[in-house]
């Protein structure tokens, strides 16, 4: 069924997809109008498309936002029809500038406003999306997200990432095929657990980087990399299984910001399978202390040099040449813990000489951060 006329032709409140094909076309998305607050998607539904909330146009004679958004059903909403980087200021054709995260189709995309809203994601399968598969404009403090039973498939261009987390948002038991950043948090009181997830090439599995930021309060437990294809060809900033990357602009990376704190993240239970090309870069672009990873266990490397599979952790500099602050771990307690850390079996332990770069820990922690990280045997 094609439903490409569903573009801001509806008044109502639940859009309702039961068992079949629905289709937009290559060419099309769905322009909800305000009105529109939640898609269900019955299981047996397949809706090859995307979904654009929108939050009106200033009309004084109802609400022109909606606080309880839902996308909730055991459906499927694919991307297959689109072009990668489909972008809908050239037609849905391939994008037409060098950057269109404002403009390329993603399957869901939110416009949040200044007062406190909510979305429920239940039970729906993304499928092959064509770049970003989620995204909110708008006020990110004041969108949380509970996100349950949700998967994500078929991520086979770059640009796939998973999902970016919100303030106060929670996720559990979901599934992330991805090709990019898979767990992007860079937003405070977030919960994370039991997450699967089958990794592309391009970016790591855990992200917070990117730009400084003031994050407080992550916690993430149970998860699982069953597959990866991670690789790195030089010393990149945007790779491994925990990583915290340089500036998104690369011409100009001496951005960082000490007036902006990243701390209280707690990373436990953390198992991947198979071979892996690192473990963590850290690239602190702002004050950073009380990061824990505990239960962190590897198989083994890949075939990589040890200098490409090293673990890096690095304090920014701003535009003065000042570096951002690092927490102090084996003095005060309030920096990098590493706890129960094991590769092929082996535990990794700061009082041998096993965690160092050239050894099977492949840390790279010396210099004058040497105090900042510690790792225990527990």
């Not at 322009?31 to 939050?55: D, I, M, Q």
């Not at 239940?122 to 509970?146: C, L, R, W």
């Not at 602050?325 to 706890?339: F, I, P, R, T, Y």
Request: charged fraction near 20%.
């Amino acid at each position: 069924m094609c439903v490409k006329g569903i573009a801001g032709s509806t008044d109502a409140e639940i859009l309702y997809f039961g068992p079949g094909t629905y289709w937009m076309g290559s060419d099309a998305q769905a322009e909800l109008p305000p009105t529109v607050r939640w898609v269900y998607l019955a299981p047996g539904a397949v809706v090859k498309g995307a979904f654009r909330f929108t939050k009106g146009a200033g009309n004084t004679e109802r609400v022109d936002y909606q606080t309880d958004y839902r996308v909730t059903g055991y459906g499927v909403l694919s991307g297959e029809q689109y072009v990668y980087e489909a972008d809908t200021a050239n037609g849905f054709k391939h994008k037409a500038a060098d950057n269109c995260h404002a403009t390329c189709v993603k399957p869901l995309y939110f416009h949040s406003v200044d007062a406190q809203q909510k979305l429920t994601l239940q039970g729906v399968t993304i499928k092959e999306p064509s770049y970003h598969s989620f995204v909110v404009y708008g006020n990110e403090d004041a969108f949380a997200m509970d996100v349950s039973n949700y998967q994500q498939v078929g991520a086979w261009y770059w640009q796939t990432d998973g999902l970016e987390l919100y303030t106060g948002s929670t996720m559990r038991s979901t599934f992330f095929h991805a090709n990019d950043d898979v767990l992007k948090l860079d937003h405070s009181n977030v919960s994370v657990k039991d997450t699967v997830v089958r990794k592309g090439r391009n970016g790591p599995v855990v992200q917070w980087g990117w730009e400084p930021r003031s994050i407080d309060g992550v916690s993430v437990d149970g998860t699982a990399v069953i597959h990866n294809r991670m690789f790195s060809r030089n010393v990149a900033h945007n790779t491994c299984v925990f990583n915290s990357s340089t500036h998104w602009n690369a011409k100009d990376p001496a951005l960082a910001d000490s007036s902006k704190t990243v701390r209280n993240m707690t990373f436990t239970n953390t198992t991947v399978e198979g071979s892996v090309n690192c473990a963590i870069r850290i690239w602190a672009q702002s004050n950073t202390e009380n990061i824990e990873i505990k239960g962190f266990h590897i198989d083994q490397w890949g075939g990589q040099s040890n200098e490409l599979q090293a673990s890096l952790l690095e304090a920014s500099r701003d535009a003065h040449g000042n570096p951002v602050s690092m927490g102090d771990e084996v003095n005060s307690g309030n920096g990098l813990l590493l706890s129960d850390y094991t590769v092929g079996g082996t535990a990794i332990d700061r009082s041998t000489d096993n965690w160092r770069a050239e050894s099977l820990g492949r840390l790279n922690f010396n210099g004058d951060l040497f105090q900042s990280w510690n790792a225990v045997v527990k």
